[in-house]
């Protein structure tokens, strides 16, 4: 049985672009000058990471500032395992990525003397972070989708979700991508998209974890189809952690800020003590990670579900007035910040690992490209540089649009639509939600903030046997968006893992009990198919 009653033609694009963050729109309207675009994405298009991002973007802007005082910063951060190469072409198209911003009418803010005004954020020694209020990515995303809406050569296809990517393996030749499957999530058609070059510009995967700042699009889908397909994925053990996250069922991925530690705000035990003096001698002020692994284990060692934040003795009226949106925000589920200490958790948010690229964002595969969060480019390395990640986005999605224009194009002279088989109606969708929950739950105990050989076998064990079952569910039922979610993020555990398993060192935010020192050479972690169990 087909997927729908009728079958659908192809649609025929020049360029598939997979997701509406920065990465993709900026490449969508850069690659609208010299072909057709058609960007596909899974909700509304301003459902992405970008649109969260508070802080701002980073680039050397400051008469005070240098190139090589920001490549040094990201390459400190990125302990030892970044692509010098790679950080200093990031750093150096900074301004222009910035002037490129301002060029689509994003409105940053500026000081009294009407210069950019730069904020200066952790691991960064100079102030070089502009930005927008603290909705910086909104603001992005906004004058995005403003200016793709008027472009004639771009479509959006909104609540259409990628499912797979189309591969010239299944047509006797070698995994050249050719475009995707497309689930229409209206209608439930799964539609071919046919493109000479595919742009996996996908986001993050931090939903494997439970406690995440991201929403719930970031489910790793560009990694997982990349990774199906054959292409190289690479570094997927560096996870970053922000220290806190509101803790209530009611909110599930609220932020609250570092700023709130910077005005005097202490960590306590359910009991009220003090912990984090005897884990870094700037105790609430110490660096993130080591921040988020002192709560990580305060938690672990009690039981307790979180930790907390106090603020309670600090005047209330300058609370209000400094924190309006978290204090309100807070309020309205029933925590008086002013009064009440506020529950946090560490939380999952961002991948600094993915689909492995060259300089122009191509995978190993031919025809498929993969830029911003869903890829590894080596700027990162084994942790991030703040503010460095929606700069890598601009500047990939640059140098994508321009390398596409050579793509050969690969495809089969009939392509075989989307068949579903004897698939029926799922009768069973508990098997989907409680899946999903063992998953992030073991990966937020065992493949976490701290790590061991053992929680990550456990792990491992856990997941062979989920993907097993989730693989037959997924062939037996007809799919649906929270399936294919499912299946992607039961891959990406796998291949975070594997990853995690394979690092024998405590390096940048991978940090294991077993291995607790660098090994004198940083090397990246290459997964490919063709290594592991079939996905
Ligand atoms: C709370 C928060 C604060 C942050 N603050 C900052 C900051 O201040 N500075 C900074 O540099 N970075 C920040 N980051 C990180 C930064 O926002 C992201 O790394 C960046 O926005 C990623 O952009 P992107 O275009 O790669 O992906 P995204 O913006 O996540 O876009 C991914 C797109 O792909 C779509 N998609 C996913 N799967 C599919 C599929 N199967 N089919 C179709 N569409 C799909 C999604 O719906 C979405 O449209 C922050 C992140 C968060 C969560």
């Known amino acids: 049985m087909l997927a729908s009653a009728t079958i659908m033609e192809p649609i025929e694009t020049d360029y598939l672009v997979i997701g509406s963050g920065i990465a993709g729109l900026h490449f969508a309207n850069l690659a609208s000058a010299h072909g057709r675009v058609v960007v596909v994405t899974k909700k509304a298009p301003n459902e992405s990471n970008t649109n969260y991002a508070q802080g701002g973007v980073a680039a050397v802007l400051a008469g005070d500032d240098t190139f090589e005082r920001h490549i040094e910063d990201t390459l400190v951060t990125g302990d030892g395992l970044?692509?010098?190469?790679?950080?200093?072409?990031?750093?150096?198209?900074?301004?222009?990525?910035?002037?490129?911003?301002?060029?689509?009418?994003?409105?940053?803010?500026?000081?009294?003397?009407?210069?950019?005004?730069?904020?200066?954020?952790?691991?960064?020694?100079?102030?070089?972070?502009?930005?927008?209020e603290d909705v910086t990515g909104r603001e992005i995303q906004r004058a995005l989708i403003e200016t793709t809406a008027r472009n004639p050569n771009i479509t959006i296809l909104d609540d259409h979700m990628a499912v797979d990517l189309l591969s010239m393996a299944k047509y006797g030749g070698d995994p050249a991508c050719f475009g995707a499957y497309v689930l229409d999530r209206?209608?439930?058609?799964?539609?071919t998209v046919v493109a000479r070059a595919t742009i996996l510009a996908s986001g993050g995967a931090s939903k494997v974890y439970v406690y995440t700042s991201n929403p719930d699009v970031a489910t790793g889908d560009g990694v997982a189809m990349a990774y199906r397909l054959g292409a190289t994925v690479s570094n997927m053990e560096f996870f970053q952690f922000h220290p806190t996250v509101l803790f209530h069922p009611q909110a599930k991925s609220f932020l609250i800020s570092e700023a709130l530690r910077g005005e005097g705000g202490k960590l306590r035990l359910g009991n009220g003590e003090r912990f984090m003096d005897s884990y870094h001698p700037l105790a609430e002020l110490g660096p993130r990670d080591v921040v988020a692994r002192a709560i990580d284990n305060e938690i672990k060692k009690s039981g307790a579900d979180s930790v907390f934040l106090d603020m309670t003795h600090l005047d209330a009226t300058f609370v209000r007035a400094r924190f309006p949106n978290i204090h309100d925000a807070c309020l309205a589920l029933g925590i008086d910040?002013?009064?009440?200490?506020?529950?946090?958790?560490?939380?999952?948010?961002?991948?600094?690992?993915?689909?492995?690229?060259?300089?122009?964002?191509?995978?190993?595969?031919?025809?498929?490209?993969?830029?911003?969060?869903?890829?590894?480019?080596?700027?990162?390395?084994?942790?991030?540089?703040?503010?460095?990640?929606?700069?890598?986005?601009?500047?990939?999605?640059?140098?994508?649009?321009?390398?596409?224009?050579?793509?050969?194009?690969?495809?089969?002279?009939?392509?075989?639509?989307?068949?579903?088989?004897?698939?029926t109606d799922s009768d069973d969708a508990i098997v989907v939600s409680l899946n999903w929950d063992e998953i992030r739950r073991f990966m937020w105990s065992y493949v976490g903030i701290v790590r061991s050989d053992k929680r990550i076998d456990r792990a491992r064990n856990r997941i062979e046997l989920l993907r097993q079952e989730i693989n037959q569910y997924?062939?037996?039922?007809?799919?649906?968006?929270?399936?294919?979610?499912?299946?992607?993020?039961?891959?990406?555990?796998?291949?975070?893992?594997?990853?995690?398993?394979?690092?024998?060192?405590?390096?940048?935010?991978?940090?294991?009990?077993?291995?607790?020192?660098?090994?004198?050479?940083?090397?990246?972690?290459?997964?490919?198919?063709?290594?592991?169990?079939?996905?």
């Open 82 to 132: 970044c692509n010098p190469e790679v950080v200093r072409m990031c750093v150096e198209e900074g301004p222009a990525a910035v002037q490129s911003l301002l060029d689509y009418g994003v409105r940053l803010a500026r000081g009294a003397d009407g210069e950019l005004d730069l904020t200066r954020e952790g691991g960064h020694t100079r102030r070089r972070v502009v930005h927008y």
């Open 186 to 191: 209206r209608s439930g058609e799964v539609r």
């Open 337 to 423: 910040i002013t009064k009440q200490p506020i529950p946090v958790v560490p939380a999952a948010h961002y991948m600094c690992g993915g689909v492995k690229v060259d300089t122009s964002g191509r995978t190993t595969v031919r025809g498929l490209y993969a830029i911003g969060e869903t890829s590894c480019t080596g700027l990162h390395g084994a942790n991030r540089l703040a503010s460095n990640s929606l700069l890598e986005g601009m500047v990939y999605a640059k140098r994508a649009a321009e390398a596409v224009r050579d793509a050969v194009p690969a495809r089969p002279a009939k392509v075989v639509p989307w068949s579903s088989g004897n698939a």
């Open 474 to 535: 997924y062939w037996d039922f007809k799919i649906d968006s929270d399936m294919i979610e499912l299946r992607n993020l039961a891959l990406i555990a796998h291949l975070v893992i594997e990853s995690a398993r394979r690092r024998k060192e405590s390096r940048g935010i991978h940090y294991t009990l077993d291995y607790p020192d660098k090994l004198p050479d940083a090397r990246d972690t290459d997964l490919q198919l063709t290594q592991g169990p079939p996905p």
